[in-house]
């Protein structure tokens, strides 16, 4: 087995420029989001750069995605926080070793999952149930981000107890904090929407004036950061600055373990890793398309694993895919994971040498980084969408939303995935059910409320648009009843399988059951179109014995036999001998 990645063997000379330049700017990009997801998480600052460099080579050896910039993330940072502060004081060593060992969790279901080649699991969350659970949890991280723009002390236990909160320490608000703050989230809003619009028409081309765009978080936390040391507003006016961040590479080594840490943690592992690995797969997927490149999802979910693993290894935090990240390492050239690994390389050199140019750095300024970052995440368009086209969708996107925001990101999530099986299971329950009849002068069969066609006497042809298991049989069953009880004279009804997959044990004894009936009754159950999975299973079992002779290979063919059956009726007037 070739142990170096495919990148890697068949790299170009070509590609090295855009992978340096990309490396460069994501850099740059990635250092004020570490800082501030750090804070998010209630780690020290250094731990969110830490999970800057090992995870990041980590996912370059063993990814798919080319482009794919991971890191600490704004989701992934809250579920973590959410998991760890019943358990720990925030910023204290058992809570950063349980933030270890949440990322050893997260990483090592992650590589289970892709030695088991399970990455179909990124279709188990739905788009409604993900947009709900990113828009939730985009609310939460905002609404706790306000009390650093404020200069203030507030928490609690989901978004109403903060803004209460809040409210009550608005009076004690530190203004210069709140001037830094606001200008902060104003300049960034502002660098979002129009700087780039701006550059252009200064005369930048429009991909260097986008760059230049996602770059505004460095330059607000440069200019916040002189001011304060100039100024000395942390001894002056009271400003909560970051401090001092220990300079120095990480420690390697795991984190201790106990069954007690990993039976409190094991679940929001599992989530983070679910939502993560859909979460990066979809921005992988997305940024693959526009290069004609795939994706392999059970690829991915080892190449996160080992990201999550070597974060843990290196004293970091969960980690996963980032969506800005991605797009500005795309736009920047990136070519290979190698522009991964020269960010990688320079954040080392930043936590090596240059920690003390942080210490200056207001709080305010990392929480207005982070309310801009999240604030585009509140997806009111797929809401709209949904709305519009699948009310239950909506519903569940609306369920897992404010389940985030009510009970927080654990109930939220479990909510919606609840919701969207729940939806699934019901609507394959109450499966839609057709009388279907022959569009004139073709072999084509259609609804017979949506379309003008022709019956058969005697014949009642039905169209079942799902697979029949325990739930939905019965609903079959009492429709045919009711048909045929409107119709006395049925002799012939036809059930039309091209939309059946799958015919379970409990649907194959109500099919029984239905086919004695009709037979009691001098009538017969025909088949159509059965698909061949199906048939080899009705085959030798009682219906299909029964049916012997009818089941035909089309509809048009069954129609056929109960029309000439029902000729023979006419002309002999013994319903059997048509049967």
Known sequence: ????????????????????????????????????????????????????????????????????????????????????????????PDYVALA??????????????GGLRLGFLAHFLSHPVISGFISGSAVLIAVGQVKHLLGVKAGGNDVFDTVVQLIHAAPGTNLVTLGIGAGSVLFLMLARKSLSPWLVRLGASPRLADIASKL?????????????????????????????????????????????????LWLPALLISLVGFVESVSVAQSLALKRQQRIQPNRELLGLGA???????????PVTGGFARSVVNFAAGANTPLAGVISAVLMGVVIAALTGLFHYLPHAVLAATIIVAVVSLIDVETLRDAWHYDKADAMALLATAGGV????VEVGILMGVALSLGTLVWRSSHPHIAVVGRVPGTEHFRNVTRHTVNTEPGLIAVRVDESLYF?????????????????????????VCSAINQIDTT?????????????????????????????????????????????????????????????????????????
């Open 507 to 579: 649907a194959l004894g109500v099919l029984t059951d239905l086919e004695r009936s009709l037979a009691q009754r001098g009538a017969a159950l025909l088949l159509s179109e059965v698909k061949g999975p199906v048939l080899d299973r009705l085959q030798g079992t009682e219906l299909g014995q029964r049916l012997e002779g009818r089941i035909f290979l089309s509809t048009h063919a069954a129609f056929e036999y109960a029309r000439q059956a029902g000729s023979m009726v006419g002309r002999y007037g013994d319903p059997a001998a048509a049967i």
């Open 307 to 317: 990201a999550n693993l070597a974060s843990a290894l290196s004293g970091g935090f």
């Open 100 to 113: 270890m060992l949440l990322s050893l969790l997260s990483g090592g279901m992650l590589l289970l999952f």
């Open 216 to 264: 505004a978080p460095m330059l607000a936390v440069m200019v916040s950061t002189a001011l304060v040391a100039a100024m000395r507003w942390d001894q002056t006016a009271g400003v909560s600055i970051v401090g001092t961040v220990p300079q120095g590479l990480p420690q390697l080594g795991l984190p201790a373990v106990s069954m007690a840490s990993v039976g409190s």
């Open 405 to 408: 925001i009510a009970f927080g």
């Open 1 to 92: 087995m070739n142990f170096i990645p495919g990148w890697v063997r068949n790299y170009q000379k070509a590609w090295l420029s855009g992978d340096i330049v990309a490396g460069v700017i994501v850099t740059v990009m990635l250092i004020p989001q570490s800082l501030a997801y750090a804070l998010l998480t209630g780690l020290p600052p250094e731990v969110g750069l830490y999970a800057s460099i090992l995870p990041i080579i980590a996912y370059a050896m063993l990814g798919s995605s080319m482009t794919l910039a991971v890191g600490p993330v704004a989701v992934a940072s809250l579920m973590t926080a959410s998991a760890l502060q019943p358990l720990a004081a925030a910023g204290s």
């Open 471 to 495: 739930a939905n049989s019965d609903a079959l069953l009492d429709r045919v009843e009711e048909l045929v009880a409107a119709q006395p004279d049925t002799r012939h009804v036809l059930l």
